[in-house]
């Protein structure tokens, strides 16, 4: 999409295809597009950079507790929430499951 075409940009369906993409709701994924269509300057974050905060914030854990858990460093987490980095592809993928079964992070303890 080039930068002319953002003033055509429909937000709500433009969010519903972001979040069927990911496969769950992403809060403030609206509020993000319309801050894009009205060319206000940002970071860009991924879907996939809200999914690990999701994840994470799901679980009830601290930054550190949750990195423990998935055997990452805290920076490297941390610079996923911010949108500093894109998580790869596997940590998207532990995210998705973990924000489904929050549960299940207590199984991830490292030996």
């Known amino acids: 999409m080039k ?35 009205a060319g206000v300057a940002g970071r860009v974050t991924t879907p996939s950079q809200i999914l690990m905060r999701q994840a994470r914030k799901a679980t009830g854990l601290s930054q550190s507790e949750f990195a423990r858990r998935i055997d990452t460093p805290v920076a490297t987490l941390r610079d996923w929430e911010q949108g500093r980095f894109a998580p790869p592809g596997a940590a998207t993928a532990l995210a998705r499951v973990i924000s489904r079964h929050p549960q299940w992070a207590d199984e991830l303890v490292s030996a």
């Open 3 to 37: 930068l002319s075409d953002l003033k055509n940009l429909d937000v709500q369906t433009t969010a519903r295809a972001i979040e069927a993409d990911a496969g769950q709701a992403l809060p403030g994924i609206g509020q993000a597009l319309s801050e894009v269509k």
